[in-house]
Nanobody, 127 residues
Framework: QVQLVESGGGLVQAGGSLRLSCAAS????????MAWFRQAPGKEREFVAS???????????NYADSVKGRFTVSRHNAENTIDQEKSRRKPEDTAIYYC?????????????????WGQGTQVTVSS
């Protein structure tokens, strides 16, 4: 059974940094495309960033325009984890952040492009 478990959420002041982590189990992590999505109150879940498996140990990153230059995603295959480092946070980054995985997601920015989801972790950015 596939499990994705997020951690690291909490309260941070605007301009501050926060690292989120997602631990995966029950899947071939090295070959799985991984992504982060977020959902703010009253809004639809939206794409944040992804790392798509290209082959061997090569992964292609993709970022939503709203987070480019501020968010960085990285994966650690030896630990089956993917992280999201977020600097210069803004109040509009307040949301529940979800980890997602898919065998053939291929840079998909749609929730329908991913097969597995975590329960989410709350991030609140105070102004």
């Amino acid at each position: 059974q596939v499990q994705l478990v997020e951690s690291g959420g909490g309260l941070v002041q605007a301009g501050g940094s926060l690292r989120l982590s997602c631990a995966a189990s029950g899947l071939d992590f090295r070959k799985t495309d991984m992504a982060w999505f977020r959902q703010a109150p009253g809004k639809e879940r939206e794409f944040v960033a992804s790392l798509t498996w290209i082959g061997s140990n090569v992964y292609s990153p993709n970022y939503a325009d709203s987070v480019k230059g501020r968010f960085t995603v990285s994966r650690h295959n030896a630990e089956n984890t993917i992280d999201q480092e977020k600097s210069r946070r803004k109040p509009e980054d307040t949301a529940i952040y979800y980890c997602a995985g898919g065998r053939y997601s291929r840079h998909s920015v749609s929730v329908d492009g991913y097969d597995y989801w975590g329960q989410g972790t709350q991030v609140t950015v105070s102004s």
